[in-house]
């Protein structure tokens, strides 16, 4: 699924791009989920408290922040190089002003269908097949992993943590609903209301705790028990079958 960002000061504007957006989507059969902004501080609250959007369409000259000052935020302040942000103006000329906030497309008003197939189909050539990524901030900081690098989750009341087998371990504040609802649950396993593991990490499973590749012991809930020997049992058999 593609999370896209539409923000511009013209409603219209945004109710006809999320249209030509939602056509891709039917016709590429794939899912868009797009949120509209009509001002860029709008935007900028939403990115504060939010998972980082895939695209964003900016238009450049909004009232209040403009569209140059919301890129810099995004790439400066809030230092998020995940999101690629096209920028949509009826003027030409701003091309210097634009480079520092490296955007992956101009358009031009008024946007056509075609140009937004053009953006989608380009996204999907970069970024599709590449690692998919588990995002979080630290702050205001925006941070990723990548999820094959993952080996679990584990909380600590308010703190989530993040075990690595590249040694890049981090920490930071949220629940494992949120961390949930961005990973893939067929390579990820809850095992325990404070453990999420990457099965392709699990080395030994026992009825009531699996041990990891670097030998550490995690328990098994009583009422996940069932679950987690069936996922661990499938994956088994994928291994076998490769």
Do not use: W
């Not at 001002?39 to 238009?59: A, C, H, P, T, V």
């Not at 094959?148 to 009341?157: A, E, S, V």
């Amino acid at each position: 699924m593609y999370r896209i960002g539409i923000c511009d000061d013209d409603d219209i504007f945004c109710t006809q791009l999320e249209n030509y957006l939602e056509e891709y989507a039917k016709e590429t059969e794939i899912k868009v989920e797009t949120e509209i902004f009509l001002s860029g501080e709008d935007y900028l609250r939403y990115m504060e408290k939010n998972r980082s959007l895939d695209i964003l369409f900016l238009d450049i000259k909004l009232s209040g922040m403009d569209g140059v000052s919301v890129g810099q935020k995004i790439r400066s302040d809030l230092t998020n190089e995940t999101i690629q942000i096209v920028y949509v103006s009826a003027v030409q000329g701003y091309a210097m002003s634009l480079f520092q906030n490296r955007p992956m497309d101009f358009l031009m008003k008024p946007v056509q269908k075609e140009d937004v197939d053009k953006v989608m189909r380009e996204y999907s050539r970069l970024f599709d097949g590449k690692k998919n990524f588990f995002e979080f901030h630290i702050g205001k900081t925006g941070y990723r992993v990548a999820a094959d690098h993952i080996m679990y989750f584990q909380c600590d009341g308010k703190k989530i943590h993040i075990v690595t087998s590249d040694n890049n371990d981090r920490e930071f504040y949220g629940s494992m609903k949120d961390v949930e609802k961005q990973i893939d649950m067929h390579t990820f396993c809850v095992i325990h209301k404070s453990f999420i593991v990457n099965i392709n990490y699990v080395s030994e499973f026992r009825i009531d705790e699996v041990i990891m590749s670097i030998g550490v012991t995690l328990p098994i809930s009583q009422p996940m028990r069932k679950k987690v020997r069936q996922r661990i049992l499938e994956q088994n058999m994928r291994r076998g079958r490769n």
